[in-house]
């Protein structure tokens, strides 16, 4: 897939009546949109802490994962399982901060899933360390190899900081369809 990561912008037409007045969005070729029947996955990030909620999730190809807000400034952002805690690549899908003083963010990010290859994810804010302190999440981790989500974050407890993609980007920031998170 040119130019894009296992996650993609949801089809325009899902979307069209949540994006701002007077902005256009094409979705990029070849990427799967999420279909009538498409399951959504909630995460809570910053559920009770420094974590996402639930942090290991199974989830076939065209499933919607999209992501709640909790307290306090956290973010949603791709990593390879061989380096946490920094951006997989140019394209790493990004949601960039949501700053959530009380309750629940009144947006969501929403993705979806392009495969059935592992993805990595983390919180890319450096103030208290959220990477490096475990929050972290996988979706569709292999259950067979060594590649666990234990393992991602013992190496992103030595990485020392961590390192926000460079734009927002592979998802939509939109208030959820179904409400709240919990
Ligand atoms: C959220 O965190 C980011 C990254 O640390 C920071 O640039 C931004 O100012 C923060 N926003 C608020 C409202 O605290
Ligand atoms: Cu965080």
């Not at 949540?18 to 959504?40: F, H």
């Not at 791709?78 to 959530?100: H, L, R, V, W, Y």
Request: with cysteine.
């Amino acid at each position: 897939m040119v130019g894009f990561t296992s996650f993609a912008l949801i089809g325009a037409a899902a979307i069209a009546s949540a994006m701002p007045t007077g902005t256009t969005y094409t979705p990029p070729t070849g990427i799967i949109s999420a279909g009538p029947n498409a399951a959504t996955h909630r995460v809570i990030a910053g559920f009770n802490g420094l974590r996402f909620e639930p942090e290991n999730i199974v989830a076939e190809v065209g499933d919607l994962v999209e992501v709640h807000f909790n307290p306090m400034n956290h973010s949603f952002a791709q990593s390879s399982f061989a380096e946490p805690c920094k951006p997989i690549n140019d394209n790493a899908i990004f949601s960039g901060f949501m700053p959530t003083p009380n309750g629940e963010n009144p947006n969501v990010f929403s993705i979806v899933v392009q495969d059935k290859q592992p993805l990595w994810f983390y919180c890319s804010q450096t103030k208290g360390d959220h990477c490096q302190t475990g929050m972290s999440m996988v979706v569709n981790q292999n259950f067979n190899g060594a590649a666990t989500l234990s393992a991602y974050k013992a190496k992103a407890a030595l990485t020392g900081t961590s390192i926000s993609p460079p734009r927002v980007q592979g998802g939509v920031i939109a208030p959820p369809k179904n409400g709240p998170g919990l």
